[in-house]
């Protein structure tokens, strides 16, 4: 099983290293994080903090936009090619596939995120800045919350076109960081109705700002080991049973 699920996962990674909006991510996040040097002379003061805070923005900014567009149609395109119906011909259970696929698709992030960083560091080393390590504990956070955001992509990707997928993904990435908006309307509106769906939408959609410590980081304000443990389980969990509804959606469908 593992070495189905492995095959799976790399002939996933070789593919998307090959797609173009990928590469196109990688270079454009490179080059706005390198954007700091031309920053750094007008930062008044606010230049480390500024270009620390632009580089970790950008590294989770163009990963969620990788996870969205190139994860959302990760299993849609096996469908449309018709590669699919080679696939579940040989004896490849479909549990292994959409493990498969999301394991390469969190192959392509985290090297992504290396790539990212390794960037990211080597701005700071030519701006002056100090490259601290605590920085990383930001990228590892965006790795978990990359996680769920994969998840997400790849349950739509196995019932809607990639476009609808991508939509699909970004409204819930946009409303997982609006979750406290969503729980505050709920509190002050007198319509049941809303009280209800604001409620709903609060404990069913994923808290992705727990995620979000690139201000600790920057500036070099002491971290919370616990909350930050009980995130990643959380993430853990999430993305666990994200992937359960993605394999129930995938074995309903008829190939």
Known sequence: MLNRIWGIAFNTFRESVRDRVLVALIVIAILVMASAKVIQPVALGEAEKIIKDLGLSAITLFCVLI???????????????????LLLA?????????????????LVLGVSLVLMTAGFYLVLLLTGVKPEPRLLWAVMMTGFELAILTAVAVLFSTFVTPIASAVFTFVVYFIGHSTQLLRQLAAISPAPIVKFIGMFLYYVLPNLNNFNIRGDVVHNAPLNPLAMGLSIAYALVYTFTLLLIAIFVFNRRDF
């Open 67 to 85: 996870a969205i567009l190139v994860g959302g149609r990760i299993v849609y395109r096996e469908v449309e090619k018709r590669t699919i119906y």
């Open 90 to 106: 040989r004896p490849v259970r479909r549990y292994e596939f959409i493990i498969g696929k999301y394991c390469g698709m969190m």
